[in-house]
């Protein structure tokens, strides 16, 4: 079994997430989403091959959908490192080229 590892970004992003629907619903909504997100997590340092490629991001990135959000991620050594979370909807190279 491989581990997960979170980046800073995507930590940063995380709180980003919960902060936003614990002020638009409330902190059980916000709690739910991010345990979910962490169950994907879970899931991708089971199975690191599930998410779709993006090398037009950099090699070896993937990309894995969990309900509305995209989890990016690359496999390390031993683990998978969960590199950003952010809701589909937004422009995603532009979120990941301000690095």
């Known amino acids: 079994m491989i581990r997960f590892c979170i980046s800073k970004n995507a930590l940063r992003e995380l709180d980003e997430i919960f902060v936003y629907w614990a002020r638009r619903a409330s902190l059980e909504v ?3 989403l991010v345990e979910a997100l962490e169950e994907h997590f879970a899931l991708l340092g089971e199975a690191p091959g599930i998410g ?3 090398d037009e991001i950099a090699a070896g990135v993937r990309c894995f959908p969990a ?9 390390a050594r031993g683990s998978v490192e969960i590199l950003h979370v952010f ?13």
């Open 52 to 54: 779709r490629r993006c």
């Open 67 to 75: 309900g509305k959000y995209l989890i990016y991620y690359r496999k």
């Open 30 to 32: 916000a709690d739910r």
């Open 87 to 99: 809701h589909g909807a937004r422009d995603q190279a532009d979120l990941i080229g301000r690095e």
